[in-house]
């Protein structure tokens, strides 16, 4: 068995630490993706408001980015899978909290801005549990493999995160419509616990390095630093940044799905599950028949190509249409997340890990909590379906702008 594995790309699942670490992982990316779109239908079903929506991804990006600067320190300082174990603790109490807040019991105490208002605070609060548990995902995947099975574990790594973006999402709105919210969240609360369970199949890992006795800030800076200039990472982290901040119509599907192509709840999952669905087909392809060259100009191609189903999807009236646009836009997408986690797990020491990946996830938080105020925001300015199509109007423009201004970036070829 173990040498089909090793033959057929699944080298990295041979190691129990990484499988128990992917099963682990699956569940807890899929109850995030779960309460992200149920989150985001109660509150437009409250509000019938796309600017309330975008606020969800406001008060999720202003602690994740201030605590995911300290965080990175602490990771290459401390045991990562302990660390990691924290973390999902942390948003197993924050789901349970969301299960009452959401419940019919908290509907006949509170008003409905009451629950508005506690519902923004538990974001707030699923903010800075994020800022540990990526960066500390990201970093743990080097200790569990050996260095030659590295890029083989980005890609499960990558495409484990999409096939639980893709179920979570589904599953939740199925879920919703059929057994309604509080059902939903406590199957939840029963995926992390089994997450936190799972996590103990991995022995401790804590640092193989000693760092220097030195501040926080100067440690911290290191990290800023090593970023900036290496031109490469710089470059892959500002694309995506710039290309899904503005190109991103995640935080508006809830009036796609209700007002603009009525499907409701099992529409918005459906629609949610899209882009996941053409990543995953992506990264399996990739996975078969990998990128042997010019990554970098592959990697622009698909970003703009991105841009452009974002047009599609935001003209469009027709749900298959709809679905066919954010399925093509996740299977673009998922270039750019190929190219990005392997430059930065390959041409990142491992002194530098939990700062580097703390950086990358303050770019991948704003790009998508920051990106999904964005769209409330300039929904708000020019109406929903203008500024869908005006997001995917600058994703093309500033593909153009790197392609002539950042070389560097075309010239990724590894």
């Known amino acids: 068995m173990f040498k089909f594995l090793k033959h057929h790309s699944f080298g990295a699942l041979r190691y ?13 990316i899929m109850v995030l993706t779960m309460q992200a779109t149920l989150i985001s239908w109660k509150v437009f079903e409250m509000t019938k408001d796309p600017f309330s929506i975008g606020l969800i991804g406001l008060v999720e990006f202003v602690p994740a980015v201030i605590m995911a600067i300290y965080s990175g320190y602490i990771i290459d300082r401390a045991d990562k899978k302990k660390l990691l174990h924290l973390s999902i603790a942390g948003n197993l109490l924050l789901t349970i909290l969301f299960t009452y807040i959401t419940s019919e019991h908290a509907s006949a105490l509170f008003s409905q801005t009451a629950i508005l208002i506690n519902i923004y605070l538990i ?54 419509g059929s057994m309604g919210i509080t059902f939903t969240f406590s199957l939840m609360v029963i995926l992390l616990t089994l997450s936190i369970a799972i996590l103990f ?34 470059g892959v982290l500002s694309l995506d940044l710039f290309a899904v901040f503005f190109g991103g119509a995640t935080a508006l599907l809830p009036y796609f799905s209700e007002i603009i192509l009525k499907t409701g709840a099992e529409g918005l999952g459906i ?7 053409g990543a995953i ?6 996975n078969f028949v990998p990128m042997r060259k010019e990554q970098g100009k592959i990697m622009l191609l698909c970003v703009a190509g991105f ?17 066919a646009a954010l399925f093509l836009s996740g299977l673009l997408d ?37 990106g999904a105020f964005e769209s409330g925001f300039a929904s708000r300015l020019m109406g929903v379906i203008p500024s869908v199509v005006f997001g995917g109007m600058m994703t093309i ?18």
């Open 16 to 28: 129990p630490e990484f499988r128990s670490y992917i099963l682990a992982r699956f569940f807890f």
């Open 123 to 176: 974001a707030f609060c699923t903010g800075i549990a994020r800022a540990f548990s990526g960066p500390t995902s990201f970093a743990l995947v080097s200790s569990l493999v050996p260095k030659k099975e590295l890029p083989n574990a980005i890609s499960w790594h990558s495409s484990s995160w999409q096939i639980a973006g893709v179920s979570g999402p589904a599953i939740g709105g199925i879920l919703y």
């Open 201 to 234: 199949f991995i022995g401790p890992k804590p640092p193989t390095f000693t760092l220097p006795r030195e501040p926080m800030l100067k440690s911290i800076q290191e990290g800023f630093r090593f970023v900036w200039n290496a031109k490469e990472i710089l």
């Open 271 to 277: 629609l949610r599950s899209a882009p996941g669905i």
């Open 281 to 286: 087909a992506m990264m399996l392809f990739v």
């Open 307 to 323: 841009g452009m189903t974002m047009i599609i999807f935001g003209l469009s009236t027709v749900f298959w249409i709809s679905f």
């Open 334 to 370: 998922g270039i750019s997340m190929i190219v990005r986690s392997t430059i930065l797990q390959t041409r990142t020491p491992e002194e530098m890990k939990g700062r580097v990946s703390a950086l990358n996830s303050i770019f991948i938080i704003s790009s998508n909590e920051l």
């Open 397 to 414: 423009s500033i593909v153009v702008y790197t392609w002539f201004k950042n070389p560097a970036i075309r010239k990724i070829n590894y």
